[in-house]
């Protein structure tokens, strides 16, 4: 997993330890992601599947995408297709991705980049895996998250950001068993680089065996803690994790996660992302690629879509579907 790491992490700022008073957050639900596959047909497990929405609130959808081991012309991506009314976060651990908006976003991630793209008032955009990981196959692993935008910013202009893995903040643990990975939001007074319309906090955490992170929470913003790899225990109550799993925290100040002692060795330590945000508390209308407030702004957000208004193809794409990758080499075609 070459996600950013660091030689030495005892030289990084340690979070600090929780006051006395301080309230460790309950954990409220443990469930299992279902796996499926999206786009063109990469697997994918459905991080938030059977979660009711108010404890997800601002989030709304997020994917882990793989992990897989590409044999060569398997890798798939999207094909071009609208968003409007929220944002997605793409978190690329292991591989590559390219993007391209009709917004002018647009570029190529890898192992611990991240691509922010505020849809707001609509465009169409592409992901897929580059021509060279199409061809040559490999490690391919990253998550996909979707942030609601509250309704008086859904119908704002559309906004990329291209976010490296050296950009992000670094932290240990108080132990030094845990190097945490502040990509967006404010963690114990230390930011990420992600810019954020709906106030959020995103943290990809690697917690060594046996090691414990006690990460002060913002008390009015929701807790999730979702297992990429690894097994451990969350909360005071010790609640035991694995990988797929997802954490729904209560109310509290600081969120709580250890590592069990002995890890798969596929999976030497736990890997976790721990995100949350201030909930929005308005109606969701979701529908496909448009989340909105109402079930009218979607009819008009699909009207939009269909008469063109959403953005137009670039005459010559940087970003190929990987369908048309595979079907350029002999022998092979899409039905």
């Given at each position: 997993m070459p996600a950013i790491t660091v030689d030495d992490i005892f030289t990084l700022p340690r979070v600090t330890q929780p006051a006395p008073d301080a309230v460790v957050r309950p954990v409220h639900t443990v469930s299992t992601a279902p796996k499926g596959f999206e786009g063109e047909g990469f697997p994918v497990r459905r991080a938030f599947a059977g979660v009711p929405m108010e404890r997800l609130d601002p989030f709304i959808h997020m994917d882990q995408m793989g992990e897989v081991e590409y044999a060569p012309l398997e890798p798939r991506g999207t094909s071009w297709h609208p968003h409007r009314g929220f944002e997605t976060v793409t978190y690329i651990i292991d591989g590559s991705f390219d993007h391209e908006d009709t917004h002018g976003g647009g570029g190529t991630i890898t192992d611990g980049d991240t691509q922010w793209m505020t849809a707001g008032s609509g465009l169409l955009h592409i992901e897929a895996p580059p021509e060279q990981l199409v061809m040559s196959g490999g490690l391919f692993h990253g998550i996909q998250l979707w942030v609601n935008l509250p309704g008086a910013m859904k119908m704002s202009d559309p906004r990329y950001q291209d976010i490296r893995s050296g950009e992000v903040g670094l932290l240990s643990s108080q132990d030094g068993g845990a190097l945490l990975r502040v990509?967006?939001?404010?963690?114990?007074?230390?930011?990420?680089?992600?810019?954020?319309?709906?106030?959020?906090?995103?943290?990809?955490?690697?917690?060594?065996?046996?090691?414990?992170?006690?990460?002060p929470w913002q008390r009015d913003f929701n807790a999730l803690v979702y297992v990429l790899s690894g097994r451990g225990v969350v909360g005071e109550e010790r609640r035991p994790v694995r990988e797929g799993q997802l954490a729904v925290f209560g109310a509290g100040d600081v969120i709580e996660v250890a590592a069990d002692d002995r890890q798969d060795s596929r999976t030497p330590q736990l890997e976790v992302l721990v995100l949350g945000g201030r909930p929005i508390r308005e109606p969701v209308a979701a529908y496909g690629p448009f989340v909105m407030n109402t079930k009218d702004e979607l009819v008009t957000a699909f009207e939009d879509f269909q008469a063109g208004r959403l953005g137009v193809l670039p005459k010559t794409p940087r970003v190929r579907p990987a369908l048309e990758v595979v079907a350029d080499q002999p022998g092979h075609h899409v039905l």
């Open positions: 990509i967006a939001g404010d963690v114990d007074g230390h930011s990420g680089p992600g810019i954020t319309h709906t106030p959020i906090s995103l943290v990809h955490a690697t917690v060594a065996p046996g090691a414990r992170v006690q990460l």
